[in-house]
Structure formats: C-alpha cells, structure tokens
C-alpha cells in the first residue's frame, strides 16, 4: 500500500487535535476552491447566453451568480451528505486534517492547470479524487468507501448521454413546434426564454456544485472534532437542513462571486469552439444540462456540471448535422475528463507528502 511506502504518511497513530486557527486556514483554502470553481465553471453558466449576444458578458456573469447564490435556499444538503459521509472511512484518518488540506491542493492546482490549458474540466471531480487522493496517501484503499463511489463513476458516463440525449430531443421537439414560425419570431421569443434556461442552469449549477465544499467543510470540522459548529438542524424554505447555515451562505458565496468574475479562456471553447449556436439551440442545451444536473442533485449524487452541459451542446449541434460539431474539442475535453480523477488525486497524494514533510521538518 501507498502507507507503507511513504513511512511520513503513516496512520499508526491519530493525530492531535488542530488548532482553531490552522481549521480556519482550511477552511479559508476550500473557499478559495469554491471560487475558483465558479471561476473555472462560469464559461458553462454563461457561454451559450453570451455566444449568442442574448447578454453581454458583464451582464450575463451577474445574472449567473445572482442564481448560483440563490441555490442556498432552495435545495437541500444531499450532496454535501454523501460528500463528507459516503466516500470514504474517515474514522480511519484519525483526525488528520492535512487530508482535507493535501485534497484540496490538488484540485486548485489541476483547476489552474486547466483553466491555463482553456479546457473545460470537472471542478467537482477534481475535488472527490484530490480528496481521496491524499486520504490514500495516508491510509491506503482500504479508506474507499467502494459503494459511495458506485453513483459518482457511474454519472460520470451518464450526465454527458443524458445532456446529449435531452439536447437534441430539446432542439427536435422545439424545431417541430415551430415549423411554421418565421426566423424573426423564432430568434425573438428564445432570446427571452434563453435568460429562463440560463438562469435555471445557473440554479442547478449552484446547486450541486456549492454543495461539494459544503461537505469537505462539515468532513474537515468532524475530523478537527468540531462536528458540533457543523451541524445545526434549521428550516430553509422547504428543505431541513442539518448542516449550518453559516457552511451553506459561504459555500454559495463564494461559488456566486467566482462565477462573476468569470472564466472568460472557457468561454470560446463552449460557446462557439464545439458548435455555433443560435438563441434556440442556447436554450435546448441550457434546459437539457438544467433538468440533467436536477436529477442527480435531486439524487444526491455529485456530479459535473461541465460533462452535462457540454454534452447538451453535442446533442443540439448533432441535430445539424453530424459536420457541424468540432469533434475535435469534443476529444480534447474527453481526454481531459479522463484525466481529472488520476492526474487531481496524484497531485494531492503528493500535496500530503509535502505537507507532512513540512510538518516533520518543523
């Protein structure tokens, strides 16, 4: 195993309970990763919107993060529950917080390399496998929980088919009601209902993916033995919450205010680099990744926004024609995808090295 490799990753021992402050930095660190996930994912929740000229890009990165806040309120925690409870033994990490530290590293890091290499990678993904990554590193396999992972790896292959799948049968549908419509009525009607489906995607992006530092926050603040500041059981709305409100306002916080400042590098690749798309086509793929990401939040299975979106823009560019989709991008991302959980979980492997280095040279 990876443990006994590395003798400075050893888990014979638990670890002394952190200070408050290093608990603060973390979680000043997977804030940060929250940003930068908006950051990195603002191109999915604005390319299509912006590409075709229905906002521009100021307003559209507004309108965005106004609804990814507004997700804080109006789903429930399901996601940041399996995140922090169903991937792995944390019983077996001892208290070591650095695990929480060394897996988010991994993931910023890959999310920077990403961004610079404009390819629309999964923030999320990036962040389940950085997180499993460094717990490996300290404990070997055995901390995978085997069945909390089944869901993930499956909607990995099925939210790009079902973004697809529902893209194209939104673009068909759509095409066959409006048959008789003039082009001009066609462009004006879906460049209102364009800011519907931007909105709603903006929503669900918000959703699922604010949820995921939510629970990297609750798993580090159960390990530092501080679990009773990260469960407070309120009433939002509809849903009852049991992790506190103070973790939800931030996390869609920080998810809101990265995406206004937004990924602009990304936006080419997915507003114009995969297939041009008219106001009809921006709204069938933005419904389509909409109602994709619904299910599996409604599910509580983390997923990535990114596969789902960018797999409704195949689906409506393939109602075209099968010429009128850069294939090409469709292989790089791919190429990417497959990477993200190999390349983020080895980096914050290495992360927790250096961390316990660090320590251990102190």
């Known amino acids: 195993m990876i443990s006994c490799v590395f003798p400075l990753a050893s888990a014979s021992a638990p670890s002394a ?8 930095f973390i979680i000043f660190v997977a ?15 604005i390319a299509t919107v912006v590409s075709t000229r229905v906002l521009t890009p100021g307003a559209a990165v507004m309108w965005a993060a106004f609804f990814n806040f507004a997700a804080a309120f ?14 792995l033994h944390t019983d077996k990490l001892q208290g070591d917080v650095s695990v929480i530290l060394a897996g988010l590293t991994g993931a910023i890091v890959w999310n920077i390399i990403t961004w610079i290499l404009s390819l629309p990678t999964s923030s999320s ?11 490996i590193a300290k404990v070997g396999f055995s901390v995978i929980k085997v069945s909390g992972w089944v869901p993930v790896l499956e909607w990995i292959v099925l939210s790009p088919l079902i973004g697809m799948i529902l893209g194209g049968l939104n673009m068909i549908v759509v095409s066959w009601l409006f048959r008789r419509a003039t082009p001009h009525r066609v462009d004006t009607l879906f460049r209102r209902l364009q800011l519907v489906s931007a909105g709603a ?4 992006h918000g959703g699922n993916d604010a949820q995921k530092t939510m629970g990297i926050i609750v798993a580090l603040l159960v390990l530092a033995g501080r679990g009773s ?3 407070n059981s309120h009433q939002i709305l509809w849903h009852k919450h049991e992790i506190a409100l103070w973790i939800i306002l931030l996390c869609n916080g ?14 080419k690749t997915m507003g114009s680099g995969i297939t041009r798309l008219a106001p009809v086509g921006g709204f069938c793929a933005e419904a389509a990744a909409a109602t994709t990401i619904f299910m599996a939040t409604f599910s509580g299975v983390p997923i990535s926004t990114t596969h789902a979106i960018t797999g409704s823009i195949l689906g409506v560019g393939t109602t075209h024609g099968v010429r009128s989709v850069r294939w090409i991008w469709g292989q790089r991302i791919v190429l990417a995808w497959i990477l993200t959980l190999p390349c983020a979980a080895a980096m914050s492997a290495l992360a927790y090295f250096l961390i316990q280095l660090a320590v251990g040279m102190r």
């Not at 995607?201 to 669900?204: A, K, R, T």
């Open 17 to 24: 309970a952190p200070a408050l402050g290093v608990v603060i």
């Open 31 to 45: 804030l940060i990763f929250d940003f930068l996930n908006g950051f990195h994912d603002a191109a999915n929740s």
């Open 74 to 87: 109006l789903f429930g925690t399901k996601v940041a529950d399996a995140i922090s409870g169903s991937l």
């Open 125 to 135: 993904h990036a962040l389940i496998s950085g997180y499993a990554g460094a717990a």
């Open 201 to 204: 995607y903006s929503l669900m």
């Open 229 to 231: 500041i990260a469960h």
């Open 254 to 267: 920080a998810i809101a205010l990265g995406t206004m400042f937004g990924g602009w590098r990304i936006v």
